[in-house]
């Protein structure tokens, strides 16, 4: 498969938003948020945020899954805006992928109330929950506490007894958040607006998930440092994203 196309169009947009990325960091981002995920049973997964969608369409290139619908309403102050739509559009027709990624152009409760007949095998929240549900307060003290554990029970309601939710987002402390806030790394982050994990998992709790695994996650450039995954010193030090890993409560008999 060519993938020189999806790698110019990352490149473009890298320029374009002052982000950098490429493809080898997506590959490897990808590896790790689907290492709980059987090739067999991802038939059909659901990005709630789909966004610029370069990681979707590379998951479909190199066929770690079959289907994939995104959900975004594209907001630009959110990181994305209409030209990352029309350019994933191109993308998905350029690899002829029209069968195999859907998009739909709204946010994830439209989604839900329009599409409640669908079921996901997985679910992503990769970078969107400090978008849905924005306050610097720790959230379970803030307003929208009880309308985030709604969006996680909403998740519920379109996902089987196996479904696997995976969330990616960054910390609110640690040292590159610190370094940041004292001004002595750049970061586009503002980590004020983020959580610290036990604050989305108690909510994700009520929500009627459980959590499965937990990882810190270790950048594409510290790699080669990969036991930082599992250990308190990868938080407090190279990591500030944790990606967790959810599977439905049992129901109730
Ligand atoms: C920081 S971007 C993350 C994009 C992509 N998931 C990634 O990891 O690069 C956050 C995305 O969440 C989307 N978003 C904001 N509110 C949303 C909502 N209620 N439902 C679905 N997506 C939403 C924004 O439009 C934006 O594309």
């Not at 059909?44 to 079959?66: F, K, P, S, T």
């Not at 439209?110 to 990769?126: G, K, N, Q, T, V």
């Not at 978008?131 to 985030?148: E, G, K, V």
């Not at 944790?242 to 049992?250: F, G, M, S, V």
Request: charged share 25%.
């Amino acid at each position: 498969m060519d993938i020189s196309y999806l790698e110019a169009e990352i490149l473009q947009r890298s320029e374009r938003r002052i982000v950098s990325t490429a493809i080898d960091n997506l590959r490897y981002y990808n590896e790790k948020i689907y290492r709980y995920l059987k090739r067999a049973d991802a038939t059909q997964v659901l990005y709630i945020g789909i966004g610029h969608g370069h990681d979707a369409l590379l998951a479909l290139l190199d066929n770690r899954v079959e289907k994939i619908i995104g959900a975004d309403p594209y907001i630009s102050c959110d990181g994305n805006d209409e030209e990352d739509y029309g350019k994933l559009l191109g993308l998905v027709e350029h690899y002829s992928l029209e069968n195999r990624l859907t998009l739909y152009k709204g946010t994830i409760e439209d989604f839900c109330a329009s599409r409640s007949d669908l079921r996901f095998d997985a679910i992503f929240m990769l970078d969107v929950l400090h978008h849905i549900f924005i306050t610097r307060s720790p959230i379970t003290r803030s307003p929208l506490a009880d309308l985030a554990v709604e969006t996680f029970r909403m998740l519920r309601s379109i996902s089987t007894d196996t479904t696997h939710l995976i969330v990616s987002e960054k910390t609110r402390r640690g040292l590159r958040p610190f370094l940041s806030r004292i001004g002595i790394r750049y970061s586009s982050a503002d980590y004020s607006t983020k959580q610290q994990f036990t604050q989305w998992n108690r909510l994700a709790r009520k929500g009627g998930w459980r959590l499965s695994h937990l990882h810190n996650y270790v950048p594409h450039s510290f790699r080669r440092f990969k036991f930082l995954e599992n250990t308190p010193l990868g938080r407090l030090t190279l990591c500030d994203r944790y990606l967790a890993y959810y599977l439905p409560q049992a129901s109730s008999p």
